[in-house]
Structure formats: C-alpha cells, structure tokens
C-alpha cells in the first residue's frame, strides 16, 4: 500500500474516483447499456423503429374511437327503444 506520508497518489486517486466516478456510471448506464439492450433486442427481432409501438399505436386507436362510436349509437339505440316502449 501507499503511504499516504510519502505519497499524495492516495489523494489523487480519491479525487480522480470521487469527482468522475458518477460521470463513468452515467456513461456506461445511458451510452453502453443502452447499445447493448438495442443490440439484444434486434438478435430477438425487434424491429428498428425508435418505438415499435408507434406503428400500431394509430390503427389500435382507431379501433378503439370506432368501438366508442359503435357503443354510444347501440346505447343511443337502446335508449330510444326503452322509450318507446315505456
């Protein structure tokens, strides 16, 4: 070991650690991690769109504003047969 007496390396190492450390954890979570889960996800044959869900999102909310409409008509429908009938 380093005799902090003799040798400010122990200080300079500290320092080093201390000041950058959280900007390597930074690095290695938001640039190398997240290429190597894009990496893995495109092995198992996800597609390359930034989110895949967009491309279906559109036709899924579609399909569901023309399930609303279909349900409000029948309920509207409904209605006015309990009206006519009472």
């Known amino acids: 070991m380093d005799n902090p007496q003799h040798c400010d390396f ?3 190492q500290d320092l080093l650690m ?3 450390l959280r ?9 190398h991690y997240f290429n190597y889960r894009t990496a893995l996800l495109r092995k198992l ?14 036709s899924e909310i579609n399909s ?4 609303k ?3 409000t008509k029948r309920e509207e429908e409904m209605r006015q047969l309990f009206f ?3």
């Open 18 to 20: 201390c000041s950058n």
């Open 84 to 86: 006519q009938k009472v």
């Open 69 to 71: 409409e279909d349900m």
């Open 10 to 12: 122990i200080y300079v």
């Open 23 to 31: 900007d390597l954890i930074d690095t290695t979570h938001n640039y």
């Open 45 to 58: 044959g996800r597609k390359d769109s930034v989110l895949p869900c967009d491309e279906t999102f559109e």
């Open 64 to 67: 569901s504003r023309l399930l």
